[in-house]
């Protein structure tokens, strides 16, 4: 209730894969596993971004196209999650309704993506301004690659990468 909608609280609590509603003030939520040979790249900047500006960034209308080309590929990237169809994740991720709005907001973005070529999928994280990559756990390349060029100067300079495993438990009381 503190949080208002479970697509945060839920995955904390539940662990893995997990897709949420509220209907009625009943939350419904459904857990997957993630495949522990998935590694998730979280590109962080030494910035904020208010939601509230990422909100305002949006339009407020959307067309029924692009409601039902992003829906198309929520629905895409949870079977891929479940299936196990990783190569399926860079066209699940794909999006018209917020992240060409959202990414001019995030300095260096633009790049972020660009060095993110060859994941399986790069995506804002929620309003942002943390961008996502989903790798192969092995794919140590990818995070060489990634830390070589933040360090280096360029639009880059101001994000760290952190190398995140999932987390199939969740939310722990000891």
């Not at 299936?83 to 699940?92: F, I």
């Amino acid at each position: 209730s503190i949080e208002g909608h479970p697509d945060n609280v839920a995955p904390a609590m539940l662990g893995g894969f997990v897709t949420s509603v509220i209907d009625e003030g009943q939350v419904y939520s459904v857990k997957k596993e993630i495949d522990t040979e998935l590694a998730f790249a979280a590109f962080v900047p030494d910035f904020r971004l208010l939601t509230s500006k990422a909100r305002a960034a949006l339009p407020a209308m959307v067309s029924h196209k692009d409601a039902v080309y992003n829906l198309s590929r929520a629905a895409l990237a949870t079977a891929a999650f479940c299936d196990g169809n990783y190569a399926l994740l860079g066209v699940a991720t794909k999006d018209v309704l917020h992240q060409q709005y959202r990414l001019p907001l995030i300095e260096g973005g633009e790049a972020v993506f660009a060095l993110a070529d060859g994941a399986l999928a790069v995506y804002i994280s929620g309003a942002g301004p943390t961008i996502m990559a989903v790798v192969h756990k092995d794919d140590t390349e990818f995070f060489d690659r990634a830390e070589a060029a933040l360090t280096a100067d360029g639009p880059l300079h101001h994000f760290t990468v952190h190398r995140l495993l999932a987390d199939n438990v969740g939310a722990v009381v000891s």
